[in-house]
């Protein structure tokens, strides 16, 4: 073979590890099994996942921490049943590629009835369908032009931060490419300088500052996919303004720095409209992500940096990437005259815990997630599923680089364990071996039973995966939204505590299964100490007895408008 | 309240009961829960699935054993999550109904950044997404027209056998609509006669009859669909001509009929090349459902009667629905001069069974699937998944009335599971409970994985339900066809036996968790006459264990070709 070409597959898998995949996800089928020999050869390690689902949201929890993920998947089938994650990813701004392996070019051109098509000739419904949750797409045909439409389509899913698809035919997987595109390394082009928009910006920003007596800083998830996590960090240290993290952004910000105050609470929102200046980074306004709106800063005291542009009063400014126009602006508040703004952190801090007693069962109205905090290791990834857990996850005081997933806006209940996985992996990708770092699930029954199978790759894959499972007998969450005693919120009784040796793990040696049970302050207390918890190797389970109808403060309050309701209609 | 005016929640849900649903299946979310709450009151039985996937495959199994099903899933994460499932319904014609509870129209109208959107104020992503997997669509607004709104898209469900998609925004679900319409029927009209296209195709199928030497009979599976099952067993009961069924047919005609012989296997081509008349009623001519396009019958032999068309030779007649149409001939036919062809049956039997000794394992090549037939009792309902029993269950000589779901054409793993507790359930509504009908369940390793959860809910609603968990070490099916000792077509090793404890199953009583473990043709032949196993209640759970490389004959021919090729490439 011409040393100077090689497979298409392998063009594209080398390219992926290029960009930071070092391991991609997915499950094999018909039409994937040859371009899945090209995986190792590339340099990937592959982890087959259970279903195509889980694998989409494994691939979107690698991309968050590594900052690009991938999966495999084959046509229709496969495709569509990791369509909900795709879309999750695209609401969220996980940059993940989904490659699917296609039937060879010849069956698509005589429109064969083949499996895993409506038996009806048509091809491209699914490229239809999965250009709604993409923001790049390519079905690879020609041989010549598949190098740059694969560059073309991964700079997109950089560029946005956003999952794109690209589809491979059999027939195209060994085809030859040139191998010397791969020299030229796929990158976000830098920011040219617009000299117009930048000035006017950085003097409407630099005045509405200058102007401020109250300024603050509120960082929103979007500062990850924008990429301006450091250069906020930066501002965050040299202005020492008062800082919240919105839920999306909790865990991107060093919460140890003692003008950081932690996720935005509907009890600090006296103070922050008290402000005169919010500089918003990263803003994703949604009501999940702003309890229900009332938490977004008033318009008028608000400065917003989204990906490209800069908006304030009434003003925008565009075609300002927000990673240059933050650096810009950074030069020009060094050495100027920047207000001061210390508040007593004493009033930001919560209220004190009440008291509890050993035998009292554990509950979120006594503490439970501010009691969790102290768990909590430096480079902890820390995943706290959509219900209780959630909303838990507002509470926490974390370490220096602990990294957290909340539920911001897509909300599909399963995503977590998956993601769990995704993260764990890009976690182990990341670190050398011997730091050992943990990944920590928090996750209810409910959530548990979407995908709950995906605990058996993490034990096959070794990793080092802590799981708080609340058991709190059915869909809490829903419960305190309507129908809190309806028979459609209850979810079938598992016996948790043996997923583990269901799902594969090793019976002795130093990842045997492990198992704890929480009902009271007192069990808390003693697994939380416990050195294998804590320190341990592979997958430690613990099952958390919570009451049906314990919940986070503000979902109590969606629960006794409920228990109104009902006895108005009486 | 006006008595004459009902909620538009329970007039949908009374339509799907007058039609046929006993019960639904879905999981709740924050758009759907106020629609749940009509879901007993209009007479309907929940059940409640682990994920909206698994829910999917379940309405697709319930509709083809009771000719309608339905879930409800919540807008976007929800639904999108069984679209794979609605996809496959449409491929193999199962009428399922998908209820999409969605967000209030103020929001819609609004563009407001509410959870399970992208952020981005764009609602119809999911309804553009949807149009490609079902017949018809609505997404209810206006209570005036939302009735016979609801009423079309229902008789398109029925019309085609494919699925429809119905969303309704929570503010709609309690307005009230007018009950009248409830009395008028949703049904298909029945046939206008056309009578020169009947004449011209009775006269063309009639002068092929009479000329015939060789007359056969191929079923295939869209006669389920096209409502004709009826009608054909009358055909072959009356002409008694030779007649096999294609594998989407399998258990839609009766075995035990003389002239019917069973699956049309490669064995049995050169006897079906050698008939001159093929009369083929619904056929679905996919890959995998014709041994990659070699079973379909010679073009000049064949008559195809399609849903609403007779085709044959050069011949095509339109808008003759095949109900109707095959009434039609069936009269014309009694009283004529009907040709006879009786071969000798023995030559279609299958060779004779290898040998066995008690303590060799079980293996398909000694017949496991041949063997496994006198376990079959009339009424079974058997679901073999894609994989090796879904080849097998070619192999199976049925009982009276038994039904069987094999792989066809979408054969996505997994489906079998949840299409299990589907079925289970729809047998349920429709037999005594005293009748005490089997599901018996037959699924590989890696298919189980996919979707394992929904164990529990069938353990749950305290079904019927036989597993034989084939463990063979991963993807047996794949291994046969590419890459048979790659790491990619491994999965997870579970301790499958273990799957009734996790997912709830009783542990004393008549309902508790019962296990049998099948290595050797002496485990087979104990458990199999076990009257536990039988004749017991609730799920029973076999784990077979096979070799690796063990497969039905057609797989093993694909393995040979792969392991020539390897050769070849050394």
Redesign the interface.
């Known amino acids: 073979m011409d040393p100077q070409t090689l497979p298409l597959a392998q063009y594209l898998f080398k390219r992926l590890r290029q960009l930071g995949v070092d391991s991609i996800f997915g499950v094999?089928?018909?039409y994937n099994?040859?371009l899945?020999?090209h995986?190792?050869p590339s340099g990937l390690k592959?982890v087959?996942n259970?279903?195509e689902?889980n694998a989409g949201y494994a691939a979107d929890g690698y991309a968050r921490i590594k900052g690009i993920g991938a999966l495999v998947t084959t046509f229709?089938?496969g495709e569509?049943?990791a369509?909900?994650a795709i879309?999750?990813a695209?609401?969220e701004r996980a940059p993940v590629v989904h490659i699917v392996g296609t039937p060879v070019r010849a069956s698509q051109e005589s429109r064969?009835?083949?499996?895993?098509?409506?038996?009806d000739g048509e091809y491209e419904?699914?490229d239809?369908?999965q250009e709604?949750?993409t923001v790049s797409q390519v079905c690879l045909s020609d041989h010549r032009t598949a190098p740059m439409e694969i560059d073309r389509v991964l700079l997109q899913c950089l560029l946005h931060s956003r999952p794109v698809r690209i589809t491979i035919p059999v027939d195209l997987v060994p085809v030859r490419v040139l191998q010397s595109q791969l020299e030229w390394k796929i990158a976000i082009p830098p920011a040219v300088p617009q000299p117009q928009a930048e000035e006017e910006a950085l003097a409407y920003v630099l005045e509405r500052i200058s102007k401020a007596q109250r300024p603050m800083i509120l960082v929103d998830g979007e500062v990850r996919s924008a990429g301006i996590v450091e250069e906020v960090d930066n501002l965050i240290k040299m202005t020492e303004w008062p800082t919240f993290v919105a839920g999306f952004a909790k865990g991107l910000v060093d919460e140890t720095l003692p003008n950081v105050h932690g996720a935005y609470m509907p009890r600090h929102k006296p103070f922050v409209d008290s402000c005169d200046l919010v500089l918003c980074f990263g803003p994703?306004?949604?009501?999940?992500n702003t309890s229900i709106f009332t938490l977004i800063p008033k318009a008028e005291s608000s400065i917003l940096f989204e990906h490209t542009s800069v908006k304030g009063g009434n003003e925008v400014f565009r075609d300002l990437p927000s990673k240059y126009f933050v650096q810009q602006l950074t030069k020009r508040l060094i050495g100027s005259k920047i207000p001061t703004h210390k508040p007593d952190a004493a009033q930001f801090a919560p209220g004190p815990l009440p008291a509890i007693a050993p035998t009292d069962p554990v509950s979120q109205k006594a503490g439970f997630w501010r009691r969790l905090s102290p768990f909590f290791q430096p480079d902890d990834i820390i995943l706290a599923e959509t219900g209780t857990p959630g909303y838990g996850a507002s509470e926490f005081t974390l370490p220096a680089r602990a990294r957290v997933f909340k539920p911001v806006?897509?909300?599909?209940?399963?995503y977590m364990l998956p993601a769990t996985l995704g993260a764990s992996q890009a976690q182990r990708d990341i670190h050398a071996p011997s730091k050992n770092p943990r990944t920590v699930l928090l996750i209810g029954d409910g959530s548990f039973?979407?995908?709950?199978?995906e605990l058996?790759?993490i034990?096959?894959q070794k990793l080092n995966v802590i799981v708080f499972l609340f058991n709190n007998d059915g869909?809490t969450i829903?419960r305190c939204?309507?129908?809190r005693n309806?028979?459609?919120?209850?979810?079938?009784?598992?016996?948790?505590r043996?997923?583990p040796?269901?799902?594969?793990a090793d019976e002795e040696g130093e990842y045997a299964s492990k198992t704890w049970e929480i009902r009271t302050w007192a069990d808390f207390e003693k697994a939380l100490g416990d050195d294998n918890l804590k320190n341990g190797k592979g997958v430690r389970f613990v099952e958390v007895f919570m009451e049906r109808f314990d919940a986070p403060e503000i979902l109590l309050g969606l629960l006794e408008s409920q228990i109104e309701r009902e006895k108005a209609q009486q």
């Open positions: 094999p089928g018909d099994l040859t899945l020999d995986v190792v592959w087959g259970c279903n689902l229709g089938v569509l049943s369509v909900n879309a999750g695209y609401a064969s009835l083949i499996h895993h098509t409506f038996n419904r699914f239809r369908m709604h949750v994703h306004y949604s009501n999940t806006t897509w909300l599909s209940i399963g039973q979407m995908t709950a199978q058996s790759t034990i096959h869909y829903e939204i309507h129908g309806a028979a459609y919120n209850d979810v079938a009784r598992w016996r948790y043996m997923a040796a269901l799902f594969g």
